[in-house]
């Protein structure tokens, strides 16, 4: 993909959610290597852009409206997440608490919450999930449960779920909420440390 295309495209958007209008005629290009933080306050429309943009929302179509993945008009659910790793609260609060982190980063291959009885790795997999564990330094904690970590060692381990199937780019939703100074630390640290590798990541804070 050229990166004179925008990886996505917005043009006077329109959500509606529960009856309740969230987003309106909003228009946005984001860019290839820009690495970008949305600030707004709770309720300002952050949330319901990133449910936009990972198609758990859809906007209301009009003639005068668009919205395009990576200058694609149709794509599929599936490029979405090959493309474009998440990151959010909503995703750690559906990771059952007794279920392995290793389990949990490698449930991203598949789209789902946990590892299932059918699901199983192939040897590229193991391989893509090894390493990445040594990236983020997580070896210590791929046999824990993901209800006995830190605030900060779930965060990490969502970090690694959203970076198993290399994408190109990585969105968080108010990734250092709820924690400690060291541990907000440590995130930033890892955050850097993508950009750095030329990961392109949009960011959400209050």
Request: aromatic share 8%; charged share 25%; with cysteine.
């Amino acid at each position: 993909m050229s990166n004179n295309i925008p990886w996505l495209e917005l043009k006077n958007i329109e959500v509606w959610i529960n009856n309740t209008n969230v987003l309106s005629k909003l228009t946005l290009n984001l860019n290839y290597g820009d690495n970008i933080v949305i600030l707004g306050p709770n309720g300002a429309g952050k949330t319901s852009l990133i449910k936009l943009i990972e198609r758990s929302v859809y906007p209301i179509v009009s003639k005068d409206s668009k919205i395009r993945y990576f200058g694609e008009k149709n794509i599929s659910l599936w490029d979405i997440r090959s493309k474009i790793g998440f990151v959010t609260l909503n995703i750690q609060n559906r990771i059952c608490s007794t279920t392995k982190s290793a389990d949990a980063i490698c449930s991203g291959f598949f789209g789902t919450n946990k590892l299932l009885k059918y699901q199983s790795l192939t040897q590229s997999q193991k391989t893509r999930f090894r390493r990445l564990s040594e990236y983020l330094s997580i070896e210590s904690i791929a046999s824990n449960n993901f209800g006995n970590l830190s605030e900060g060692e779930k965060r990490t381990v969502l970090i690694a779920r959203a970076l198993i199937n290399q994408p190109e780019i990585i969105i968080l939703d108010e990734p250092t909420c709820n924690l400690d100074f060291k541990s907000k630390h440590k995130i930033l640290e890892v955050l850097d440390k993508l950009s750095k590798d030329e990961i392109t990541l949009v960011q959400c804070y209050p």
